[in-house]
């Protein structure tokens, strides 16, 4: 069984940044791919972020390409989301999640791939 706890969510306003943490615990981190969902109010949980288990392929969702960075440091167990220049519509829980994913090459982004989840943390972004 893996825990995962996710960290540095908050209040900022629209051009700031956040640095979401995500700790996993559990199992041997680093056999598993990284990823960031999140679900704004109304609206169904989507694609953020995802890391391979070296940290060697990421991939982003286009509405937050160019702003939004995936990192992992597998000494520590832990997945971060350095979240720059946000937007209004950034607002939401943002949730981490992970599985056991053995290729370097690419990445699950589908929230069906993914077999562990954080209980989220809320980030609003305002005006």
């Known amino acids: 069984q893996v825990q995962l706890v996710e960290s540095g969510g908050g209040l900022v306003q629209a051009g700031g940044s956040l640095r979401l943490s995500c700790a996993a615990s559990?199992?041997?981190?680093?056999?598993?791919?990284m990823g960031w969902f999140r679900q704004a109010p109304g609206k169904e949980r989507e694609f953020v972020a995802a890391?391979?288990?070296?940290?060697?392929?990421?991939y982003y969702a286009d509405s937050v390409k160019g702003r939004f960075t995936i990192s992992r440091d597998n000494a520590k167990n832990t997945v971060y989301l350095q979240m720059n220049s946000l937007k209004p519509e950034d607002t939401a829980v943002y949730y981490c999640?992970?599985?056991?994913?053995?290729?370097?090459?690419?990445?699950?982004?589908?929230?069906?791939?993914?077999?562990?989840w954080g209980q989220g943390t809320r980030v609003t972004v305002s005006s």
């Open positions: 890391i391979s288990w070296s940290g060697g392929s990421t």
């Open positions: 999640a992970t599985t056991l994913y053995f290729s370097d090459y690419d990445v699950p982004i589908g929230a069906d791939e993914y077999k562990y």
């Open positions: 559990g199992r041997t981190f680093s056999s598993y791919a």
